[in-house]
């Protein structure tokens, strides 16, 4: 990624942070309404693009990772206004791969800044868009040279690489959430991931290598413990 393109993609990111501080400080200035946080979690499939790493893993004789990647979700929001969304968001997953005397792990998180807006459809289906900012992290391991047997494990010592890099990320997404009940909400979401990652971290020495940019669609199904954050009297 250039000067000029990396200066756009951290100007977008502390645009919409500002944003989301102006929406949450105005709500907090004019509301007299208390919301509470809706808790909410999940599970998806990302399909990370790692043909650049896998041609560069099997250059060295290693096998590919397979880019399906399952993930885990937590976090939670407040509803600013009937419409508007604003809360964090966490997830990660990993993919491994083995070979003849080995085994490789590569391991992905992210967590940001969440903003959706909301259009009800009806008064329990709706449909919202909106996204993610914030940082992740890439972790890979190879282990190679694994003793097979009791006796060897206790006298050959595996050689482990280790690499680490962190990227920055922003996450577009169209969502459908369905109210079960007043405390309960499923949602269906399709969003993609995109931020540069330069660099991985070899002991504290930063090297150049493959995965230049994290980039993966990324489909979902979580659930809302709260609902869709209503309170009584108010319209879900």
Do not use: C
Request: aromatic residues 8%; charged residues 15%.
């Amino acid at each position: 990624m250039d000067t000029t393109n990396r200066l756009h993609f951290f100007v977008s990111i502390a645009l919409i942070l500002s944003i989301g501080l102006v929406l949450v400080g105005t709500q907090a200035l004019g509301g007299d309404k208390e919301r509470d946080v809706i808790e909410r979690g999940g599970i998806g499939v990302a399909l990370l693009n790692l043909t650049d790493l896998n041609s560069s893993l099997e250059d060295e004789g290693y096998e590919s990772f397979d880019g399906t990647v399952l993930v885990t979700s937590g976090g939670g929001h407040l509803n600013v206004t009937d419409n508007l969304r604003i809360g964090g968001i966490g997830y990660q997953g990993s993919t491994d791969t083995s070979f003849t005397d080995g085994n490789g792990d590569l391991a992905i998180k992210f967590g940001g800044l969440l903003l959706e807006g909301k259009f009800g459809l009806t008064d329990s289906l709706s449909f919202l868009a909106g996204g993610l900012a914030g940082m992740g992290t890439l972790d890979l391991k190879i282990n190679e040279s694994i003793p097979e047997t009791f006796s060897g494990a206790l006298t050959d010592t595996p050689n482990t690489h280790h690499l680490t890099k962190n990227y920055f990320g922003i996450q577009p997404s169209l969502v459908v959430e369905l109210a079960i009940f007043p405390w309960l909400s499923l949602r269906a979401n399709a969003s993609y991931l995109w931020g540069p990652a330069e660099g991985w971290d070899l002991a504290g020495q930063k090297i150049s290598g493959p995965l230049n940019q994290v980039s993966a669609p990324i489909f979902g199904l979580s659930f809302h413990l709260g609902g869709t954050g209503a309170s009584k009297g108010e319209d879900v």
